[in-house]
């Protein structure tokens, strides 16, 4: 059985009093069938860690640097995130790659840091609006797939997100024929490079503006196996109604 993950990324937002809605979902993770990832700042990274440390919470970084150490000013490595308490580290989001130009070379040779480093690597996919309404869904993500999806990847240090751009932030959510189609397309793409029976076993999220509202029916789609969550992670209560989608 595949791996169910909900997986939360605060982005730029948190202080140390943001610590507290740990408490709000940790109940919830202990009693969940899905593994429950947070990815702060990297500024509560270690405090975070070692708050979690006895639960079923894990700690993840929201990006690495491709090169373990060197004179990258204000750059993290995988490593380093490893040392904090990490156990995941996201590459390849949209707002990184559209806002900072990160190519899938790029992309690629920051997942191979992060699944060197021992890290858990959450690798995010998805198109634009444009893109989209251009009929370059599957071009866009597929070559997103074949150039980022390192050699070293398997079910058990590798996680694929899809994040359709334009759902992100919005409110707005691709509809269940969108994601289920963004999916299965993602699975096949990552069978050409795993093999059939590792992409079976792939854990594939998805991360659109996943909410309370909308998470136990997202998750019921075909080859939908948890969520990058956005905004409603840094609320420890509505976090926890998405981990509660998942029930032993």
């Not at 990297?42 to 929201?62: D, K, N, P, V, Y």
């Not at 060197?70 to 989001?93: F, K, N, P, W």
Request: glycine share 12%; aromatic share 4%; net charge negative.
């Amino acid at each position: 059985m595949r791996r169910k993950l909900v997986a939360g990324n605060w982005k730029m937002n948190g202080t140390s009093s943001e610590l507290d809605e740990i408490g709000k979902f940790r109940d919830a993770a202990e009693s969940s069938s899905c593994d429950v990832v947070v990815c702060p700042p990297f500024t509560l990274l270690h405090r975070m860690s070692l708050q979690t440390r006895e639960t079923a919470i894990e700690t993840g970084g929201q990006n690495c640097h491709h090169l373990e150490a060197g004179a990258q000013t204000g750059e993290i490595s995988a490593r380093m995130l490893a040392d904090a308490g990490a156990t995941y580290c996201i590459v390849g989001h949209s707002e990184r790659r559209h806002g900072l130009g990160e190519t899938n070379d790029l992309v690629r040779r920051k997942a191979e840091a992060s699944v060197s480093a021992g890290l858990v690597t959450i690798l995010c996919v998805g198109e634009t609006e444009d893109e989209r309404l251009e009929g370059l869904t599957d071009e866009v993500v597929g070559a997103q797939i074949s150039e980022c999806v390192p050699k070293s990847a398997d079910p058990e240090n590798f996680v694929v997100a899809y994040e359709p751009v334009w759902a992100i932030g919005t409110g707005r959510t691709a509809d269940g024929s969108q994601i289920r189609e963004a999916h299965a397309f993602i699975r096949a793409e990552c069978s050409n490079i795993l093999g059939t029976g590792p992409a079976d076993e792939l854990a594939i999220l998805y991360g659109g503006s996943v909410n309370p509202g909308n998470a136990a029916e997202i998750f019921a789609i075909e080859n939908v196996d948890g969520g990058l969550v956005g905004g409603a992670s840094l609320k420890g209560d509505d976090f926890a109604a998405i981990i509660r989608t998942y029930r032993d």
